[in-house]
């Protein structure tokens, strides 16, 4: 019988030791047996070059621009493939070169051991949120009365603390806490009144213990939030809508979601167009890591979101889904909110109020690409969702045999 695997490092060595292989021959062969594409942007044809040359050397390739070899063109993005012992090797010999080469090959090495690490632990309010086996939940209370899916619905007090207390009991892990929707359309909200919305319900949510977030774009609403008992500040404009928030942060030492967004809520679904999406949203998240470090933000604070809906198409939204792994290089943890979204909707042809099935499929789907953070308005069925998904994706196969 011959079969095909697909497997992860940790199964790769599993598989080794299945068969009986001596220890020291999996150290020595586990890198051969991992596979990466890595794709590096605009590179000045003499180093693409180099690269490609040093790859070969070692088994490898290298994918360049038609006309990199005669310098025809100036630059060229360059695609390299090989396992990563191959990579590793190209790296050390990179760091040997000159034409900038050393600092790209230091790069290549944080971004590697990104891609193939676990985000640092984040610590809320004497929580800590450990990202290595499971995907936590962030429960959506919107306290608007025009949010795409449950606008009006949480507006009075009562019924907004009612619903974050039920949250909570269902497993949410952390409460999102808005008052201004950010629904394709939707029209800003004045500070005074946002802060007005979310304060009285902060307030009484602190009283359960609950890490809150203030899903915010403004300053002087996130320190209101947090003077209140909020403890994360969730930002879709990743810190570009209002300079001053990456220092609120940074004084009040709070974790801080930085999210992508093509344009801004009122116009971002009117024709949204990228060179290249993944590397496009990446670049974004990077520049906005580095507003916040900064801005006196440790970038262990940091978690980063590629922002589903928010100035996308059905086709981009599925293309972050698939991808979503390669928002690892970051080092941050990856939080995604694919909630009763429209992309849901168009492709099941259904209303918000009936894309729980479709949800639940996006979460899997992003657990699976290495999610750490799920935002959801479902919490009790998508916690659900994400033990089970955690149980295949997350454990090794000795947990799962313990359990």
Known sequence: MIIILDLNSNEIINEMNRIGVHSTGISIMSPKAEFRIIKIKDVPVVSANII????????????????????????????????????????????????????????????????????????????????????????????TPDSFSDGGRYISFSDA???????????????????????????????????????????????????????????????????????????????????????????????????????????????????????????YLQNSIGLAIKGGVLKEKLIVDPGFGFGKTVAHNIEILRNLKAFKVL???????????????????LPPEERLEGTAATVTAAISAGANIIR???VEQMARVAKMSDFIYKTTEQEREIS
């Open 52 to 143: 490609k040359q040093d790859m070969l050397s070692f088994g490898g390739e290298a994918a360049t621009a038609h006309g990199t070899i005669d310098h025809s063109v100036k630059t060229t993005d360059v695609l390299i493939f090989g396992t990563k012992l191959q990579i590793r090797n190209l790296i050390s010999k990179l760091k040997l070169q000159y034409f900038g080469l050393r600092k790209l090959a230091s790069k290549v090495d944080e971004v590697l051991e990104n891609y193939d690490g676990i985000p640092s632990p984040i610590k809320v309010k004497g929580k800590t949120f450990n990202f290595g086996r499971r995907t936590y939940i962030m429960g959506i209370l919107n306290i």
């Open 376 to 378: 959801v308005h479902d």
């Open 161 to 283: 603390v009612k619903h974050g207390k039920e949250m909570l009991e269902q497993g949410a892990d952390m409460i999102d806490i808005g008052g201004e929707s950010t629904r394709p359309g939707a029209k800003p909200v004045y500070a005074k009144e946002e802060i007005n919305r979310v304060i009285p319900v902060i307030s009484a949510l602190k009283r359960t213990g609950a890490v809150i977030s203030i899903d915010t774009t403004k300053s002087i609403v996130a320190e209101a939030a947090i003077k209140a008992g909020a403890s994360m500040i969730n930002d879709i404009s990743a810190l570009k809508g209002d300079r001053k928030m990456a220092k609120v942060a940074a004084k009040y030492k709070v974790p801080v979601v930085l999210m992508h967004m093509q344009g801004k809520p009122r116009t971002m679904q009117k024709n949204p167009k990228y060179k290249d999406l993944i590397p496009d949203i990446i670049s």
């Open 331 to 349: 080092g941050c943890p990856i939080l995604i909110g694919t909630s009763r979204k429209s992309t849901i909707g168009r492709i099941l042809n």
